[in-house]
């Protein structure tokens, strides 16, 4: 069966120091991978996503990025965090061209201090 | 443009009882997929429903249902027999037709608790 991994689970990092959240996917190859980012109380807002290794469509103008070095491995990256950028980060899988709904991680909680 | 609104901020429901969750959208495309999540306190987002523009009768998953009038443009999330465990966030979104179905756009979400 197909599995999402996310980590770390919780970070609390200082203003401008770099970022790096890792998601990784297990059971399934091609998927198409996600990042969303869930402001306290609010919805979830999509900030990349992925259909292929280097493959990556920015979806919002901000201060992060993300890579796709291998097929199941998803990063989301920063090289100076703001407070703006706190908030719950879940990565989320689907199969692509199979239209099946999405599955997601169990999020990172980011406190930028 | 996709848009969904979640009109209520939070809703009260007795153990064993019936619950409606509003979700209305709009979007300029003729076809779309509508979905329904679920968030417990823990943060993960479960997958509950799907509806499909196209789908003649409205979806149904267990103690879930989807109340879909696209006249009118909404999509209620309907929980028959309540249950404690019920109680958590939940998220209505929608998705292009044609577009890979996590490119989700969402609502603001409805706190659900349910009252023993």
């Known amino acids: 069966s197909q599995t999402i991994h996310q980590w770390p689970a919780t970070l609390v990092q200082p203003v401008g120091s770099p970022l790096s959240l890792e998601c990784t996917v297990e059971g399934t190859s091609n998927p198409n991978l996600y990042w969303y980012r869930q402001a306290a109380g609010r919805g979830l807002q999509l900030l990349f996503y992925?259909?292929?290794?280097?493959?990556i469509s920015s979806e919002v103008p901000q201060n992060l990025s993300a890579s796709r070095p291998q097929d199941r491995q998803f990063i989301l990256s920063s090289k100076k965090l703001l407070l703006s950028d706190s908030g719950f980060y879940l990565c989320a899988w689907e199969g692509g061209s199979m239209n099946t709904e999405a599955f997601f991680g169990q999020g990172t909680r980011l406190t930028v201090v | 443009a996709q848009k969904i609104t979640q009109t209520q901020p939070g809703m009260f429901v007795q153990e064993k009882e019936a619950v409606t969750l509003d979700c209305t959208y709009d979007?300029?495309?003729?076809?779309?997929?509508l979905f329904w999540y679920k968030q417990p306190s823990s943060g993960e987002m479960i997958f509950l429903i799907y509806?499909?523009?196209?789908?003649?009768q409205n979806a149904t998953e267990g103690r879930y249902s989807l109340n879909f009038q696209k006249a009118r443009k909404s999509a209620n999330l309907v929980i028959s027999a309540s249950q404690l465990g019920d109680s958590a966030m939940y998220f209505c979104a929608i998705t292009a037709g044609g577009t890979s179905y996590g490119k989700l756009t969402f609502g603001q979400g409805t706190i659900l608790t349910v009252h023993p």
């Open positions: 509806q499909g523009s196209y789908d003649q």
């Open positions: 992925s259909v292929g290794i280097g493959q």
């Open positions: 979007t300029s495309d003729p076809s779309y997929g």
